[in-house]
């Protein structure tokens, strides 16, 4: 059977046995917490569990690395629409260690992307339109430089209330034990 059809079948089962009912809470975050972490399949259920969130608590933006590299990018615009819209008022950054995107190496990348058949035409065309790949298929060297970027990117935004708090945290993909990187209440 299909991941899709499973999933199909699951949810099913989930709705027509009202298992929703455990989870049903609102748009607006309780905690009024932002966290920015990253897409790794060990956070899944750990990261919520370990920091004690539940459904409803916090918004959660994740994707590979917790990184946020444009400005005025997707990311930076869902962390203002959390701030302005959606009633946070603090943002924690949650890097972890083992994490890929500190071993993430462009050129490897670029190389899977030919044996998975883009040509070099496209390769070049984006090249020569300006989309420097290595540049934006690039990691972090450690998982502290990672978090410390990204929380002095979200500080240094033009659009950021005053007085919100940005902090950075790593985790222990295998404990869930949290290190603070960089307390955000020194700096307000
Ligand atoms: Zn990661």
């Given at each position: 059977?299909s991941?899709?059809?499973?999933i199909?079948k699951?949810?099913?089962?989930?709705?027509?046995?009202?298992?929703y009912?455990?989870?049903?809470?609102?748009r607006?975050?309780?905690?009024?917490l932002l966290?920015?972490?990253?897409?790794?399949t060990?956070?899944?259920?750990?990261?919520?569990k370990?920091?004690?969130?539940?459904?409803g608590?916090?918004?959660?933006i994740?994707?590979?690395?917790?990184?946020?590299?444009?400005p005025?990018g997707?990311?930076?615009?869902?962390?203002?629409v959390?701030?302005?819209?959606l009633?946070a008022?603090?943002?924690i950054v949650?890097g972890?260690?083992?994490?890929?995107?500190?071993?993430l190496?462009?050129?490897?990348?670029i190389?899977?992307?030919k044996?998975r058949?883009?040509?070099?035409?496209?390769?070049s065309?984006?090249?020569?339109?300006?989309i420097?790949?290595?540049?934006?298929?690039?990691?972090?060297d450690?998982i502290?430089e990672?978090v410390?970027q990204?929380?002095e990117l979200?500080k240094r935004?033009?659009?950021?209330?005053?007085?919100v708090?940005?902090?950075?945290?790593i985790?222990?993909p295998?404990t869930?034990?949290?290190?603070l990187?960089?307390d955000?209440?020194t700096?307000?």
């Amino acid at each position: 059977m299909s991941q899709v059809s499973d999933i199909l079948k699951f949810n099913e089962k989930f709705v027509e046995n009202k298992e929703y009912e455990a989870y049903l809470t609102s748009r607006f975050p309780n905690k009024k917490l932002l966290i920015i972490t990253c897409m790794d399949t060990r956070l899944v259920e750990l990261l919520p569990k370990a920091m004690n969130f539940k459904n409803g608590d916090v918004k959660i933006i994740k994707n590979a690395g917790a990184v946020i590299s444009q400005p005025f990018g997707s990311v930076m615009r869902s962390v203002m629409v959390a701030l302005y819209e959606l009633s946070a008022e603090e943002v924690i950054v949650v890097g972890h260690y083992g994490c890929g995107m500190a071993s993430l190496n462009a050129d490897h990348m670029i190389q899977s992307i030919k044996e998975r058949g883009i040509s070099d035409e496209v390769l070049s065309t984006l090249e020569n339109s300006g989309i420097k790949l290595t540049k934006w298929l690039r990691g972090f060297d450690s998982i502290q430089e990672g978090v410390i970027q990204t929380v002095e990117l979200i500080k240094r935004h033009p659009l950021l209330p005053p007085g919100v708090p940005v902090h950075g945290m790593i985790m222990d993909p295998a404990t869930g034990a949290l290190e603070l990187v960089s307390d955000g209440y020194t700096s307000i």
